[in-house]
């Protein structure tokens, strides 16, 4: 069975502050790992996906995050936010690229 | 492109009264999926369409829940009768394949 943890459900951050939003993840099998982020009263968009190839992966917005087998993690990474990142930043996972396994999500709150 | 189209984007109702959300997928995209979205449960996969063939339906939570695809370019999932429970965000999804997933803007159901 695969599983996400999104182990903050909140994070608040100063505005030009990096930040880590940590998503580990369990599966028997190759999974792909994506991050969605969603804004207030807004449906989810893609931020980045891992399928395969390089561990590090880079997405919109700035974001990046990195595909650790040995520790199961996919966390998202941004090295300096903006006011406009607040919103809520979801992991998931998959067995094929189709059903998506959502973890609890992670409310990022950038403050000025 | 419009992107995923639901329809209403919010709906409120009261117990006991058929409820039906629509979704128009990207044109082109052949899976077609309707997630819940609920503060205590987070994101559900409810039920996901290939090629208008219901593939899993194994996140629909009881015999009230129906969910259809005529045609490719249209998906409803009613609920008869409605509960208070059943109040939540319902997003349609949609993909090419095995690549990412785009969500709609979600349909607010508040039921009374």
């Known amino acids: 069975a695969q599983s996400v943890t999104q182990l903050d459900s909140q994070v608040p951050v100063f505005e030009e502050a990096p930040v880590e939003l940590r998503c580990n993840y369990s599966s028997s099998v190759s999974v792909y790992l994506f991050w969605y982020v969603q804004y207030p009263n807004q449906g989810l968009q893609l931020l980045l996906k891992y399928l395969s190839g390089s561990t590090l992966v880079k997405g919109i917005n700035g974001f990046e995050a990195e595909f650790n087998k040995s520790q199961t993690s996919f966390h998202l990474r941004k090295p300096s936010v903006h006011i406009s990142d607040t919103a809520e930043y979801f992991c998931?996972?998959?067995?094929?690229?189709?059903?998506?396994?959502f973890g609890t999500g992670t409310r990022l709150t950038v403050i000025p | 492109d419009a992107g995923v189209i639901q329809s209403p984007r919010h709906e409120v109702t009261e117990m006991g009264q058929e409820v039906t959300l629509r979704c128009k997928p990207i044109s082109g995209h052949d899976y077609l999926f309707w997630y819940r979205q609920t503060m205590m449960r987070g994101l559900e996969l409810l039920i996901y369409?290939?090629?208008?063939?219901?593939?899993?339906d194994s996140g629909m939570p009881e015999d009230r829940f129906s969910a259809k695809m005529p045609n490719a370019s249209f998906s409803t999932l009613k609920i008869q009768p409605s509960e208070p429970r059943d109040s939540a965000v319902y997003f349609c999804?949609?993909?090419?394949?095995?690549?990412?997933?785009?969500f709609g803007p979600g349909t607010r159901l508040t039921v009374l």
């Open positions: 999804a949609s993909s090419f394949g095995h690549n990412e997933q785009f």
């Open positions: 998931a996972s998959s067995p094929g690229a189709n059903n998506l396994f």
């Open positions: 369409f290939n090629n208008n063939v219901p593939i899993d």
